[in-house]
């Protein structure tokens, strides 16, 4: 169940922070015709829904997951990494080089484009 508007809470709740980055989870949906990051948030798996155009099928969603993000979030694709739940639904993702104070800030700039 995807709430389709983010608070500052959801986002907060969902990020953790590492030595060199952050880690959060996302919901995927493939196959889409309308692709988009953040497209909600599911509140029972505390995940960002994400919405791509490929199919599951040798790592192509993976591959637009990661450009999706980074073009989202305007950072590098190099700094996105799936670093769990490489054939799930529910992944798992690290930006490198990014506090959570500039996650946030980048979230929000996002959400107003």
Known sequence: MFNLTL??????KTIQDTDDGII???????????PGFPIGFNIWRNAFG?????????????????????????????TVTIIS???STIKKVKISGISREDILTL???????
Do not use: C
């Not at 591959?63 to 590098?76: N, P, V």
């Not at 979230?107 to 484009?113: I, L």
């Open 85 to 87: 739940g490489h054939t």
């Open 7 to 12: 608070s500052s809470s959801d986002i907060e």
């Open 50 to 78: 994400i919405a791509v155009k490929a199919s599951p099928i040798e790592g192509k969603a993976n591959k637009d997951i990661i450009a999706l993000i980074a073009e989202t979030l305007k950072i590098q694709k190099n």
């Open 24 to 34: 959060f989870s996302i919901e995927v949906t493939t196959n889409s015709k309308n």
């Open 107 to 113: 979230f929000q700039k996002a959400e107003r484009d």
